[in-house]
């Protein structure tokens, strides 16, 4: 960095402007970069890129101190000159009284921060309620499976190991009778 840059930055001075604030001095020097960039972008597009990228700046206030507001006044006259007319183009807004009155027609921060409509909270209610309802049904629809399908659960499966083994004892005791009447038939024991 020269001699003149570092003392241009420590007496927060950027593009001929003297900032009161080095936080200031910091923002116009982004501004400065982003001036940069656009330019070597903008030699490249047409009159209505410009118009777009002049548009775009303009509603996310990427200009805010003196070196990007003089960009922006520079873009306006170049799309003036390109064909546009004066009615085409927003003008430029300054976010900052110059005399000590406030302007009546600038909208508070209420004004401009809008709440939410009812309707969309009506509207997540609803869709709440019904999915809440939907769930329900799925629970009582998964009991009624568990309580009345053949599978042994947590709700059932006393039930189903008593009939299981009852079937074996039954089983095991029409074997043990057919057995027996085999015996005596040939005499054994």
Known sequence: MSQLM???KQLNIV??????????????????????????????????????????????RTFQTP???????RMRKQLINSGYTEEEI????LYESYSN???EEAPTTKQRIK????KEKVDKTKISIF?????????????????????PNVINYEVAIQDKYAAWEQDLTE?????????????VR
């Open 175 to 187: 074997r043990e009778s057919v057995i027996r009447e085999k015996e005596l038939e040939l005499g």
């Open 101 to 103: 009155n406030i302007r």
């Open 115 to 118: 709440p939410s409509e009812k």
């Open 90 to 93: 927003q003008p430029i807004p």
């Open 67 to 73: 070196v990007g507001l003089n960009f922006m006044h």
């Open 15 to 60: 593009d001929g402007y003297l900032f009161l604030s080095a936080d200031d001095a910091d923002l116009a020097g982004i501004e400065e970069k982003k001036i940069a960039y656009l330019m070597e972008h903008l030699k490249k597009g047409n009159a209505e890129t410009m118009r777009n990228v002049y548009d775009k700046a303009i509603e996310t």
């Open 6 to 8: 570092e003392e241009n």
């Open 131 to 151: 999915l809440n309802i939907l769930l329900v049904l799925m629970v009582i629809g998964m009991f009624f499976i568990a309580k009345t399908g053949d599978n």
